[in-house]
């Protein structure tokens, strides 16, 4: 049995999403504030929780359809909650089963005829039996309107409930609660739009617990030590702080329910609690003697004493568990010979002990579900039914504290911890783990399959409304095209991860773009500065592959590459294409394929640099993607003026900046081809003589990243500027940071 998909709907930020899971492991990644927090709780609460669902959960967006329909009621006699319903959360739940396991999904198959395959079960907010939502409401209304019959006061000062949301603030978890209901497999969809499917209008609930028995739910959340307000203390074997990041406060339930002498005592068993009350005897002599003389004392006061009055007596008693009850339960050895110098946990290192409690507490979680020790075969309650065949366990930002090495062992072994057990390591096993981790960290989603992956995307509101989140699911984005898939996650695992958890995103060329452009964002470009920007380093050959993942994602994108111009040219009698200055009128084409092949869809370079100059910076139709490449720019030259084309990025930040080079040129320790830019600009007469002399001298073995390096050693790098078609760019990326339309 397979967790197969989840849809969210109206919860926080996720109004419709979403969520196909991994047979293994699913990692949940995005921006800041994109929704994957909103997924983790929706799952806690919907299926670990069932219920704690406030008013602050509903999507924000849906407020004013819901005020709409409770507005209307005054109007109506009989009243139709459904479009109320449709308004609140509500969540979809898909499983996969064989026919093998019919005995656990009785209850779910929708017919009779089911043989295996999709179940669906809907998990929804419902009026409880007897709650009239309609006549509570309007007699709150009345009863405020009556007390303040002008409504709020000038102050504002207004009687409960003001509104809907209002007195569901107070209301909702007495009036509501969770029931599920069967969904038709047959609508189920591969693709396509997120719509919730329609229930039959005689639809019959099933309870608000319909996966007893099947799932066992277990959750890490991100608050490791620290209070989460609005969520549960988790487990009820668990200590009061249920997530605390210390081992010594998790061993006592584990202890309790797996290994403690007195459940079910062994052999072995037998002779330890033999130990225990011979200690507990010895330690009561030790008191008795060592209280004899104050007890003397107090009793030649009279009291206690007498016939009628009990002696006082001071005795032990010595509960297995007792000896794990202090903060220095867990040690650690240090002394790496025979001495045996130890330390409590809390000397440890924060990454250090969180590393150790998750571990510890994927165990225990994997333990619990296989009931192992003393656990076994215990009913926990009533409806339990045994062991559940699918184990779901959540794991919200294992990355804190941890160092970036020990994330991506956490995440390639995580799920390994959570099968070690000789029922869960045969192949064919009966039993399923899925585990799903929210994260930050590139480092982590370094670790995972690329196809494990889930992207959480924000969607910008049109009209002002809270913005909500979709979700991109990385499997099957690059269709049948293997070699692109390859090099796409060949790539991404060769450097890095963190455009899945970037505001925006700026392919670059080399080294040169990528050294100097972070400076010169961070002095002119401030609405940037501010942005967390992934800057991938890939040349005009190679940018268009991206393209799936890039539209996929759906996150602003400048893609800053180069003109590339060539023409055909005869080489003794033979037509060869080779890198020429741009020209217009020559019959020139570029050999980039992302301007050939992606955007804009040009091959000629007449028609690239001779747009008007609105268009310089060429926008996706449909998605904020655009790309930035070099066209006529305007330099001056002592008192002569005049455009022209540039080649590459640095002939393009030669001429908007010779002051800057020549002073860069001036240091001892400049490189050759800085030196000869120096030259060029000195001894150029036009424009036109400039452009040509840096091309030459890029032709030749260029050293682009050491004349970058150069740059940075200029007395103050603020009057750098970038070249127009980035500077053109660059404007248009930060619009979009800022919710602009349309490009400069």
């Known amino acids: 049995m397979k967790l197969r998909r989840i849809e969210v709907f109206n919860f926080r930020k996720l109004r419709r999403a979403r969520l196909d899971m991994s047979d293994k492991q699913t990692l949940l990644v995005g921006a800041n504030n994109s929704g994957k927090t909103s997924a983790m709780k ?3 609460k919907f299926l670990k929780d069932r219920g704690g669902i406030d008013t602050r959960d509903v999507t924000a967006s849906n407020w004013a359809a819901i005020e709409q329909i409770a507005g209307a009621w005054t109007q109506e006699v009989e009243v139709d909650l459904s479009p109320l319903l449709a308004q609140l959360p509500f969540i979809d739940v898909w499983l996969h089963a064989d026919t093998s396991e019919l005995h656990h999904v009785a209850h779910l198959i929708p017919t009779l005829t089911w043989t295996g395959g999709l179940l669906g079960v809907r998990l929804r907010l419902e009026p409880k039996r007897g709650a009239d939502i309609k006549a509570q409401y309007l007699a709150a209304r009345e009863a405020a309107q009556t007390l303040q019959p002008g409504g709020a006061t000038a102050k504002g000062f207004a009687l409960w409930p003001r509104d809907f949301r209002e007195f569901l603030d107070k209301r909702l978890r007495d009036l509501f609660e969770l029931n599920a209901h069967i969904l038709d497999p047959m609508s189920f969809t591969t693709t396509g739009p997120v719509e919730p499917q329609a229930l039959p209008a005689l639809s019959e609930g099933i309870g608000s617990n319909p996966f007893a028995g099947l799932i066992h739910i277990r959750e890490i959340n991100a608050q490791r030590g620290f209070a989460d307000a609005g969520d549960s203390n988790g487990d009820d074997d668990e200590p009061t702080n249920a997530t605390s990041r210390k081992i010594a406060s998790q061993i006592q339930p584990y202890f309790r329910k797996h290994i403690d002498p007195e459940k079910d005592p062994t052999p072995n068993d037998v002779k330890a609690l033999e130990a225990i009350h011979d200690a507990e005897t010895t330690f009561n002599a030790r008191l008795k003697d060592g209280f004899a003389d104050a007890i003397k004392e107090l009793e030649s006061l009279g009291y206690p004493g007498g016939l009628n009055n009990p002696k006082l007596f001071i005795a032990t ?11 220095a339960a867990v040690q650690y050895d240090i002394s790496g010979d025979t001495s045996g110098v130890k330390l409590p946990e809390s000397y440890n290192g924060l990454g250090f002990q969180n590393l150790i409690s998750m571990v510890f507490q994927l165990m225990r979680f994997r333990d619990d579900w ?18 559940e065949p699918l184990q779901l366990v959540l794991i919200e930002e294992p990355e804190a504290h941890l160092h970036v090495q020990v994330q991506q062992v956490f995440m390639a072994r995580a799920h390994k911890v959570l099968r070690n057990h000789k029922d869960l390591e045969k192949e064919g096993s009966a039993f399923t783990t899925q585990l799903v981790v929210s994260t930050h960290s590139g480092h982590i989603a370094h670790a995972a399959a690329f196809e494990e992956l889930r992207y959480f995307k924000r969607e910008l509101p049109s009209q002002g409304v809270v913005p909500t989140a979709s979700v991109a699911n990385m499997t099957g984005l690059f269709g049948a095209d293997n070699e692109t898939h390859r090099f796409v996650t060949r790539y991404l695992l060769s450097t890095h991860f963190d455009l899945f958890f970037a505001d925006a995103i700026i392919v670059i060329e080399g080294a040169a773009e990528r050294i100097l452009l972070p400076h010169l964002i961070q002095h002119h470009y401030p609405d940037l500065a501010a942005a967390y920007l992934s800057f991938l380093e890939l040349g005009g050959s190679h940018a268009h592959r991206l393209r799936p993942l890039i539209e996929a994602l759906e996150v602003p994108t400048l893609i800053i590459t180069d003109l590339d111009a060539v023409a055909e040219v005869d080489k003794g009698g033979k037509i060869v294409k080779e890198s020429v200055q741009p020209c217009c009128g020559a ?9 050939k092949t992606w955007l804009p869809k040009l091959a000629e370079i007449d028609e690239l640099v001779g747009s008007p100059p609105t268009a310089l910076c060429h926008t996706a139709p449909d998605r904020p993607i655009a790309v930035s490449y070099q066209t006529p720019q305007k330099v001056t030259l002592g008192s002569v003026s005049t455009s022209v084309t540039p080649s590459t990025f640095e002939d393009a930040l030669v001429l908007t900046n010779p002051k800057a080079v020549t002073d860069a040129a001036g240091t001892g320790f400049s490189c050759l081809m800085t030196r000869a830019f120096a030259k060029s600009i000195a001894e150029a007469q036009a424009p036109e003589d400039l452009a040509k002399a840096l091309f030459e001298r890029l032709a030749k073995k260029p050293e ?15 009057v750098l500027r970038a070249p127009p078609y980035i500077n053109t760019g660059l404007t248009w990326l930060a619009g979009q940071l800022k919710g602009v339309e349309g490009a400069a």
């Open 42 to 44: 929706a799952l806690r």
């Open 317 to 327: 008693q010595i509960k297995p568990v007792d000896g794990l009850d202090h903060p």
């Open 370 to 387: 296989m009931q192992v020790g003393k656990f076994k075969s215990q009913l926990v309650t009533p409806d339990d039914k045994g062991i």
């Open 587 to 595: 019959a020139q084409t570029t050999a980039n394929h992302v301007l």
């Open 704 to 718: 682009k990243a050491a004349f970058a390096l150069d740059l940075l050693y200029i007395k103050d790098i603020k």
